[in-house]
C-alpha cells in the first residue's frame, strides 16, 4: 500500500525519527504504564487485561514493541521482519477475539501517551501518529485476514457436517 518513500521512516526527516526514537526508548516505561492504566480503566478494554498477565508478559512485550517500531534503523534494515512481526500481533489479536474498535482505541490511547513525553514539535508528533498508525494498520490487515480465513473455516466445516 506504501510506497518505500511514503513509509513514515523515509517521509520524515532523519534527526526527527531518531529523537523520537530516543525519546520514546528513553520513556517507554512511563508510556507503557500509563498506556495500560488507560485500559485498566475502561470496563471494555479491561476485560481482556488482568494485572498478573500485565505484570508476566504484555509490558514487557509491548515495551518491546514501542522500542521496534520507533526504531527507523531496524525497521528499514528488514522491512519484511516488520511486516512478519506487525502479522503475527494481528493475528494473536485476532484468535483471542479483541474487537477492532478496541485496538482503534487503544491506538488513540498510545498516540496520547506518546504526546506527552514529546517536545511540542508539529512535525514529531505526526511523526508518531504516522508510525503509530503504519503499524496499527499492518497489524489490523493480519487480524482481518485471520477472521476471513476462520470465517470460511467455520463455513466450510458447517457445510461437511450438513452435507
Not at 91 to 101: A, P, T
Not at 120 to 128: G, L, P, R, S, T
Not at 138 to 161: C, G, K, M, P
Request: charge should be negative.
Amino acid at each position: 500500500m506504501y510506497t518505500e518513500k511514503e513509509l513514515p521512516y523515509n517521509f520524515y526527516d532523519s534527526f526527527i525519527t531518531q529523537e523520537t526514537f530516543k525519546l520514546v526508548h528513553e520513556n517507554k516505561s512511563k508510556i507503557v504504564k500509563a498506556f495500560y492504566g488507560y485500559l485498566l480503566g475502561n470496563n471494555k478494554t479491561s476485560e481482556f487485561l488482568t494485572h498478573s498477565e500485565l505484570e508476566s508478559r504484555l509490558k514487557s512485550s509491548f515495551d518491546s514493541w514501542l522500542d521496534y517500531t520507533f526504531d527507523r534503523q531496524r525497521v528499514m534494515g528488514d522491512p519484511q521482519a516488520f511486516l512478519d512481526y506487525q502479522d503475527n500481533i494481528g493475528r494473536v489479536h485476532s484468535r483471542i477475539n479483541i474487537g477492532l474498535f478496541l485496538i482503534d482505541y487503544a491506538k488513540v490511547v498510545l498516540k496520547r501517551c506518546v504526546y506527552r513525553v514529546i517536545p511540542d514539535n508539529k512535525e514529531m508528533a505526526c511523526y508518531v501518529s504516522d508510525v503509530i498508525d503504519y503499524a496499527v494498520d499492518t497489524f489490523n490487515q493480519s487480524y482481518l485476514n485471520e477472521v476471513l480465513e476462520n470465517t470460511r473455516h467455520r463455513q466450510s466445516l458447517r457445510i461437511v457436517a450438513s452435507g
